[in-house]
C-alpha cells in the first residue's frame, strides 16, 4: 500500500529544463562550441559537475582542475537562479498543485526528492514549500540519481519504509534510482525515455489520487 508520494521537481513540479539549457548552452557558447536541444537531454536529472563533465566531453575540452570546474558551474548556476528568481506560482506545470492538494486531503505523505541545489528557492518562489512534508535537495545529498540515496532519505525523512513510497520523475536516471531505491515509478513525460517505469503519463491534467489506487490494485 503506498503511504507516500516522492516528486522530483525539475520537469514534474515545474519546468525549469529551459533554464537549465540556456545556461548549459550559454557557457558552452563561452568556451567556443554549441549545445543541442538532443545533446542537453544527457544533462538531464544528474548533478551539476556530472553535467559539466558531459558538456566538457561534447566541446572536446579537457579540464583537471577541480577549482576551475567549480568555477564554471557556479557561473552556470547564477545564470541559471537569474531566472528562477522570476518564477511565480503561474509557472507550476497544469494539475500539478491540484493533485498536490488532493494527496494532502487524503492524508499521503509528500516530498520533492531533487538533484537540484536550487530546490528550497524554487518552491519559495511557486508558493508550494509549505506543502511538502520533506525536501531532499542536492545540498543533502552526495551522490546523484541513477543512486538511489535521494529517495532513500526522503523516505527516512517521511519516515516511511522505501517499498511504500511512489516516485514521480521526468528522466530516465530518476526511474533508475526510484527502482534501485525498491519505489515504484511514474514517468512523466515521453514513453519513449520512460519505459522502465511502472505507468507513464504524460503529464498531471486530469490525473488524482485514483491514479495511484488503480497502479497498485
Not at 542537453?40 to 558538456?55: A, C
Not at 529517495?151 to 521526468?170: H, Q
Request: overall charge negative; hydrophobic content about 40%; proline content about 3%.
Amino acid at each position: 500500500m503506498i503511504k507516500a508520494i516522492i516528486f522530483d521537481l525539475d520537469g514534474v513540479v515545474v519546468d525549469t529544463a529551459i533554464f537549465h539549457y540556456q545556461a548549459w548552452k550559454r557557457l558552452a557558447n563561452e568556451m567556443g562550441f554549441d549545445l543541442t536541444p538532443e545533446q542537453n537531454e544527457q544533462l538531464k536529472g544528474i548533478s551539476r559537475l556530472e553535467s559539466l563533465d558531459i558538456l566538457l566531453d561534447i566541446g572536446g575540452i579537457t579540464i583537471d582542475s577541480y577549482e576551475e570546474k567549480q568555477k564554471l558551474a557556479t557561473k552556470k548556476n547564477e545564470w541559471y537562479r537569474e531566472n528562477i528568481l522570476k518564477m511565480k506560482p503561474s509557472d507550476i506545470l497544469p494539475g500539478v498543485r491540484h493533485f498536490i492538494v488532493d494527496l494532502k486531503n487524503t492524508n499521503y505523505k509528500i516530498a520533492i526528492g531533487s538533484s537540484s541545489k536550487n530546490a528550497g528557492t524554487i518552491l519559495e518562489r511557486i508558493g508550494l514549500d509549505s506543502f511538502f512534508d520533506a525536501v531532499v535537495d542536492g545540498t543533502k545529498i552526495s551522490k546523484s540519481k541513477p543512486d538511489p540515496e535521494v529517495f532513500l532519505k526522503a523516505a527516512e525523512e517521511l519516515n516511511i519504509a522505501p517499498e511504500y513510497c511512489l516516485v514521480f520523475e521526468d528522466a530516465a536516471a530518476g526511474i533508475e534510482a526510484a527502482k534501485k531505491a525498491g519505489m515504484l515509478a511514474i514517468g512523466v513525460g515521453d514513453y519513449t525515455n520512460l519505459s522502465n517505469a511502472d505507468k507513464v503519463i504524460p503529464d498531471f491534467s486530469n490525473i488524482n489520487v485514483m491514479l495511484i489506487d488503480n497502479l497498485t490494485k
